[in-house]
């Protein structure tokens, strides 16, 4: 059972990095009804791969792994859990304004987002990126006991 949670919090993980990449991607090029409707898609999943990884990692936690005490002495997994927090807070923004988009979309017309919303959604992905890759350089540090403290 152990092993099924690993995979599924690792396939969680890449899904959501996939994810993550083909939003910045699809947001930096000109935006289209077909682009909007594929960056709402894209978001769904990185939603949908963020609250996996989230439940998944939490119960590997707390039945299948080393237990709750070893993770709360872990200032690397502490960190790791705190971006994550973090970069699921930035996202909040970016997808209130592609939820946004949906009535245009409806009708077929491409949203009208001005340029400095473009800029604000972008730099935000841009410190998503970044704290997804501080997100894996920690749980690196965890898995090899680096940043334990207390015990």
């Given at each position: 059972?152990?092993?099924?949670?690993?995979f599924?919090h690792?396939?969680?993980?890449?899904?959501?990095?996939?994810?993550?990449?083909?939003?910045?991607?699809?947001i930096?090029g000109?935006?289209?009804?077909?682009?909007?409707?594929?960056?709402q898609?894209?978001?769904?999943?990185?939603?949908v791969?963020a609250a996996?990884?989230?439940?998944?990692?939490?119960?590997?936690?707390?039945?299948?792994e080393?237990?709750?005490?070893?993770?709360?002495?872990?200032?690397?997994?502490?960190?790791?859990l705190?971006?994550?927090?973090?970069v699921?807070?930035?996202?909040?923004?970016?997808?209130?304004?592609?939820?946004?988009?949906?009535?245009?979309l409806?009708?077929?017309?491409?949203?009208?987002?001005?340029?400095?919303?473009?800029?604000?959604i972008r730099m935000?992905?841009h410190?998503?990126?970044?704290?997804?890759?501080?997100?894996?350089?920690?749980?690196?540090l965890?898995?090899?006991?680096?940043?334990s403290?207390?015990?």
């Amino acid at each position: 059972m152990a092993t099924l949670f690993a995979f599924l919090h690792h396939l969680a993980a890449f899904a959501l990095v996939a994810a993550l990449v083909v939003e910045f991607v699809l947001i930096k090029g000109e935006l289209t009804a077909i682009s909007a409707r594929k960056i709402q898609r894209t978001d769904l999943i990185f939603g949908v791969a963020a609250a996996v990884l989230l439940v998944v990692g939490l119960l590997r936690v707390v039945f299948f792994e080393k237990g709750v005490a070893y993770y709360l002495y872990s200032g690397a997994f502490i960190a790791k859990l705190s971006l994550f927090v973090i970069v699921g807070l930035l996202s909040i923004y970016p997808t209130l304004e592609f939820l946004a988009w949906s009535k245009d979309l409806k009708q077929d017309r491409v949203p009208a987002v001005d340029a400095g919303k473009l800029r604000r959604i972008r730099m935000i992905m841009h410190i998503e990126l970044v704290g997804v890759v501080a997100v894996i350089l920690f749980a690196a540090l965890m898995a090899r006991g680096i940043g334990s403290f207390g015990q």
